[in-house]
């Protein structure tokens, strides 16, 4: 082979190569970075993996939010109609956290099936909901129970 020919191929393998492992970087470091949603039916499931960061979302469950006396923990459970789970937040919940609301939730889960949450998201205003919330709702047919409660809460009790 001509020595020039042999200098060329060694410098398109090279190059071949660098983006080989640049893309190689680019895929592991976005793989990292990915929250995939899960509903309360999945994780009940045994579907989201554990020790993995994800987010999980639905409605919180009235008369279940528990306050620590002593701590910014928050235990509460989260339904999608069909099965809950509970999740663990400890910090300064969102203003428009309440009962019957629609969150979004990003965290771990433990051993015991519990979301131990480092986020907490709740809705912007009464006609929003996340979509993979939304989806998670009509699937389970609580996208009417939760419609009906949100009118009767802005509506100031009268329909």
């Known amino acids: 082979m001509n ?6 191929l060694y ?4 190059i071949l190569a660098g983006v080989g492992i640049a893309v190689t970087l680019a895929l592991s470091a976005l793989q990292q970075n990915i929250n995939l949603f899960y509903t309360p039916t999945q994780i009940a ?7 993995t960061r994800i987010r999980a979302g ?9 306050r620590s006396s002593d701590s910014l923990e928050t235990d509460f459970v989260v ?11 400890s910090g300064i919940l969102p203003d428009l956290f309440r009962e019957g609301q629609g969150i979004v939730a990003m965290g771990k889960l433990d051993g ?4 131990i ?16 919330v939304m989806q998670a709702l009509e699937k389970s047919g609580m996208q ?13 009790g009268a329909q």
């Open 79 to 89: 339904t999608d109609g069909a099965k809950s789970v509970t999740i663990r937040y």
């Open 117 to 132: 949450a480092d986020e907490v998201l709740a809705k912007h205003d009464e006609n929003y909901m996340p979509p993979e």
């Open 112 to 115: 015991s099936g519990v979301l």
């Open 144 to 156: 009417q129970k939760h419609d009906a409660a949100t009118r009767t809460i802005t509506s100031g």
């Open 45 to 51: 499931n045994g579907e989201a993996p554990q020790n």
């Open 58 to 66: 639905g409605l919180v469950e009235n008369g279940s939010v528990q």
């Open 3 to 8: 020595p020039l020919r042999k200098k060329r």
């Open 11 to 14: 410098i398109v393998l090279a």
